[in-house]
């Protein structure tokens, strides 16, 4: 909560409980009228004071809704990296490959080493490059639309990250 909005009110209801107890004080029905008005004042002051620090609170709830769902976004992506190795199938041509411990019974399957870099799971799809009169494939990625060639002329079994040799 806004601290100084909740002063502020209290302040102001301090400054009402001074005008009531002025009015008993007072002789005159003009010199009551006048002291109630001032006194209406100030309590309508304090309301606006409670307005302006829940509205404050209501803001800083949200932000930490909306930053706690980012940490949970960001825990939930480290775990998933973990699942993932990079792997050159073959030279000049990278991708994450699932691990086999880890696959949760998903078949062997890649990912855009692209996305993954930028925190995204992006499978990537065994294609014929695009006007290539020789059929290679490529790797498409549908999320950053990048196509690497495989270097193959024909699709080929996918492997899991433990299949490939260890970088040297």
């Known amino acids: 909560m806004d601290m100084g909005s909740i002063a502020a009110a209290v302040g102001s209801l301090r400054t009402a409980g001074d005008i009531a107890k002025s009015l008993l004080e007072l002789k005159t029905l003009t010199e009551v009228q006048a002291k109630a008005i001032e006194l209406n004042t100030k309590i309508i002051d304090a ?27 960001i825990k939930d992506w480290e775990a998933e990296k973990q699942r993932y190795q990079l792997v050159s199938p073959i030279p000049g041509s990278t991708v994450y490959a699932v691990k086999r411990a880890m696959c949760h019974g ?19 799809n065994d294609m014929p490059a695009p006007g290539s009169k020789d059929r290679w494939h490529s790797w498409y990625c549908p999320n950053c639309k990048s196509a690497p060639l495989t ?5 080929d079994a996918t492997k899991y990250a433990e299949d490939f040799p260890a970088p040297a």
Do not use: D, M, W
Not at 57 to 73: D, P, S, Y
């Open 47 to 73: 309301q606006h004071q409670v307005f302006a620090a829940n509205a404050a609170q209501t803001t800083l709830v949200e932000r930490v809704r909306e930053l706690e769902g980012q940490i949970a976004r």
């Open 106 to 124: 998903e078949p062997p399957h890649y990912l855009c080493a692209n996305c993954f870099k930028q925190g995204k799971a992006s499978p990537v």
């Open 151 to 155: 270097g193959y002329s024909g699709p």
